[in-house]
């Protein structure tokens, strides 16, 4: 387990660094779930580029058991202040309060994962699982999992944190953090505060930026930066935690009901002939999108890497090979509906793919349906084949469950594919605790599942931006929420007056 970064060297200036954020239509709040990492601590967080994992509350990890783990707490942790000014210690007592309240609040975690909760002695807290969870130092490292105080912050009801920052002042416009004055040394943050401005609208956070009000300005996913930047802008970017493929569905049932399929499907010859006709390159050119494999590029560590990607046959375009594959399967000229949302970007990649297949054989034929009902039919497994773009890919295992017999939620295949080779493949990375062993297990399981012919065909994630101020060091976009929690201490700007 890797320590917290820490500021070391000449130490600049004390700045402040001004976040923007786009409030909740529905309850005017401020919207970045990643910045309730700023208050609040968890035990570990995981470097999803590694992926490894960073300390925080706790300062070891032991795993003595393959259903048990052993968590060994920093010492002298005190909560930030509540509304009475008081500040109450951190320990292996109120962590576990915390995670049985949790559980009461009916967080998957705490009930689905894990069985009951020990604490030796005050410093040493003890998970018992269900079952060995390859997952457990993300779903811990989760915004949700972040551990919460008995005490409230003066005029909410929201509980106490232990994080790095201390939220000092809430209005109308947005929230000021001050540093958490118990940290010192090398572990105090360089920032002497974060202040995050609310908008109504993305349109009035470009404005503050542009008129550098705001230094750190970050994009919803598929908006690329705005043209005409202050001078000395940098702009950062990286994968979002989506997919879009393309899906194929091989029975004609599925969940117990009747839906559409195409008998075809069913021969992995015809579905790495779909495969082999995409042309990837235009259809990523569109908006800048990433390769991406079963696991997408923003869980870079479980992830097949692009350029490994990119040599396998199903992301090489070969149109006499998939000819040939159509040839031998005997259904040459196959016809089927391609249903696509009645989203602008699906509607050109629509065109794009419906040519790429047909050049090689097939004859698809495009169905626009609105959302709605293309959402309804997508996930109940009712298509023929179908273009898609999922989102709130959050942990690297979703993108491997998409692919087994029992699907993402444990029910059915939206594809109604089923490998039992991949299924056992799929069982053991959920069940390794080491991160960098599950990475290895995930990517032997992707290749395996790629080399039979998925009758899901990973595309690509599109990109989000984020733009940075000059003079701003230390904040690194790709880390996603790391970089909120644990890499903010290492942020830093530049004094104002």
């Known amino acids: 387990m890797n320590d917290r970064p820490k500021s070391t060297g000449k ?49 070891a990890v032991e795993q003595p058991e393959p259903q048990l783990v052993r968590f060994t707490l920093r010492e002298s942790q005190r909560f ?31 009930t689905e994962v894990v069985d009951r ?66 940290l010192t040394g090398d572990a105090k943050p360089l920032l002497g505060a974060i202040e995050v401005t609310g908008a109504n609208v993305a349109s009035e956070l470009d404005a503050a930026f542009a008129r550098g009000e705001i230094d750190v300005r970050t994009l919803a996913a598929g908006t690329r930066p705005a043209s005409g930047l202050p001078q000395g802008t940098s702009t950062q970017q990286r994968p979002a935690r989506r997919l879009r493929g393309l899906g194929l569905s091989l029975l004609p049932s599925k969940n117990g009901a009747s839906v559409r399929y195409v008998a075809a499907f069913q021969d992995a010859r015809v579905r790495r002939a779909i495969g082999m006709s995409l042309e990837r390159e235009p259809l990523l050119a569109l908006d800048r999108s990433y390769t991406s494999g079963p696991v997408g590029p923003a869980h870079a560590g479980d992830a097949i890497p692009e350029q490994e990607l990119l040599g396998h046959p199903l992301y090489r375009r070969d149109a006499h090979e998939a000819r040939q594959l159509l040839v031998a399967a005997g259904v040459e000229g196959l016809t089927f509906r391609l ?24 004859a698809p034929r495009l169905q626009t349906v609105p959302f709605e009902g293309w959402q309804k039919s997508f996930m109940a497994g009712d298509f023929e084949a179908t273009l898609f773009d999922l989102g709130a890919i959050d942990t690297p295992d979703i993108g491997l469950r998409l692919h087994t017999t029992e699907g993402i939620a444990g029910k059915f295949s939206l594809w109604g594919y089923s490998n039992p080779m991949y299924d056992v493949a799929v ?71």
């Open 11 to 59: 130490r600049p200036p004390a700045g402040v660094l001004r976040l923007g954020r786009v409030r909740n239509a529905g309850t005017g709040l401020l919207s970045d779930n990643e910045d309730l990492l700023l208050a609040y601590a968890r035990l570990v967080a995981v470097d999803p580029r590694g992926p490894a994992v960073h300390q925080e509350i706790a300062r």
């Open 80 to 110: 930030h202040p509540d509304g009475n000014g008081t500040e109450q210690p951190l320990s292996a007592d109120t962590v576990r309060t915390d995670f049985q309240r949790r559980a009461s609040e009916g967080h998957t975690l705490f």
């Open 117 to 182: 909760i020990d604490r030796p002695d005050s410093r040493t807290l003890v998970l018992h699982l269900k079952a060995p969870f390859g997952l457990l130092f993300e779903l811990l490292g989760a915004p949700g999992a972040s551990v919460r105080g008995e005490g409230n912050y003066a005029g909410t009801t929201e509980r106490v944190g232990s994080g790095m920052w201390v939220p000092k002042k809430r209005g109308d416009t947005g929230m000021r953090y001050a540093t958490n004055p118990t």
């Open 339 to 362: 249903s696509v949302p009645d989203l602008p970007l699906m509607l050109q990649w629509s065109q794009l793919v419906a040519e790429n297949l047909q050049s090689t054989g097939f």
């Open 427 to 497: 069982r053991g990375v959920l069940s390794a605790f080491d991160p960098k062993e599950r990475a290895q297990k995930s990517r032997a399981a992707q290749k395996l599942l790629l080399d039979d012919g998925p009758a899901m065909l990973p595309i690509a994630s599109m990109p989000e931006y984020a733009t940075i101020a000059a003079g701003i060091s230390g904040y690194e976009f790709n880390a996603y929420d790391l970089n909120t929690g644990v890499l903010s201490g290492i942020w830093s700007a530049p004094q104002r007056a």
